[in-house]
């Protein structure tokens, strides 16, 4: 199974779409958006995947969450998880450091995808993979990342 994973698109129709494309030309089967979504019009453009979308700390009102429930995708408001092949993944978009700290230390996730920083990084933390795809909107370079299951070989991809 191939996840992938994205964040800080704060709106931004163009980067976004060039997002979509490498995710189609990957074969994606499922998408984790680590919020500051920044508009309702970004949820549409991930409709062929089943998507997973937190809320950052620029996604306020409900016009955002409205959308991701008209579109059928899934809104985990500030924190979501799953478990997927057996390992158990949590995602946020990290600006809530004491809560981030909390859910990395706690060793109960496998993976914790996060956004926020705008800068990519893949790292471990005793068992468990920290991802943060990068951003799709203020930063010098954007990216994504894709992250294989179950062995949780991870990819940042630049785009």
């Given amino acids: ?4 994973v994205v964040s800080d698109t704060h709106g931004k129709i163009e980067s976004t779409r060039q997002a979509i494309r490498m995710l189609e030309s990957l074969e994606v089967d499922l998408v984790i958006h680590c919020g500051d979504i920044g508009s309702p019009v970004i949820v549409p453009l991930f409709r062929l995947w089943p998507t997973h979308f937190v809320f950052g700390n620029v996604d306020c009102g409900e016009q955002i969450r ?3 429930d ?3 995708q899934n809104c985990h408001e500030r924190f979501g998880s799953l478990e997927l092949v057996g390992k158990r993944i949590a995602f946020m978009h990290g600006d809530d450091g004491d809560r981030f700290e909390k859910i990395v230390e706690s060793g109960q996730w ?3 995808c996060y956004g926020h920083t705008h800068t990519a990084d ?7 993979t920290l991802l943060n795809p990068g951003a799709l909107s203020n930063a010098g370079r954007y990216s ?6 179950p062995s949780l070989k991870a990819t940042s991809i630049a785009l």
Avoid at 144 to 149: C, F, T
Wanted: proline content about 0%.
């Fill in 1 to 4: 199974m191939l996840i992938g």
């Fill in 66 to 68: 409205d959308t991701i």
């Fill in 70 to 72: 008209a579109e059928g």
């Fill in 110 to 112: 496998d993976l914790v």
């Fill in 122 to 128: 893949i790292s471990t933390r005793g068992r468990t």
């Fill in 144 to 149: 994504i990342a894709a992250i294989e299951l």
